[in-house]
């Protein structure tokens, strides 16, 4: 069983940013891949970064060049650095896990294919 929790979220005016930490406890923090999702009022679950064990990272359009993903195998966290963020981030952000990932590439972007998350931290950008 792997337990994640997010932090790092708040309220932000448009321009600003924020960086979000995923902590994660159990064993076998580096045959996990992650993935960062978001969800708005009245949307659904929609994909924002991942990275895989291999550290091969995935970014969503509207993110590339603002955000930045990572993470420290050995203090078992993923970040999320948010730069140059705009009202449409607004959402509440969550992290999943995906245990040893055969295809990553083509699955990533699915929240169906993670099999643990966090309780969410919210993100709020102001104009």
């Known amino acids: 069983q792997l337990q994640l929790v997010e932090s790092g979220g708040g309220l932000v005016q448009a321009g600003g940013s924020l960086r979000l930490s995923c902590a994660a406890s159990?064993?076998?923090?580096?045959?996990?891949?992650l993935g960062w999702f978001r969800q708005a009022p009245g949307k659904e679950r929609e994909f924002v970064s991942a990275?895989?064990?291999?550290?091969?990272?995935y970014y969503e359009d509207s993110v590339k060049g603002r955000f930045t993903i990572s993470r420290d195998n050995a203090e078992k966290i993923m970040y999320l650095q948010m730069n140059s963020l705009k009202p449409d981030d607004t959402a509440v952000y969550y992290c999943?896990?995906?245990?040893?990932?055969?295809?990553?590439?083509?699955?990533?972007?699915?929240?169906?294919?993670?099999?643990?998350w966090g309780q969410g931290t919210q993100v709020t950008v102001s104009s």
């Open positions: 159990g064993r076998t923090f580096s045959q996990y891949a």
């Open positions: 990275v895989s064990f291999n550290r091969d990272t």
């Open positions: 999943g896990a995906d245990f040893r990932p055969l295809y990553y590439s083509e699955t990533y972007h699915d929240p169906k294919a993670y099999d643990y």
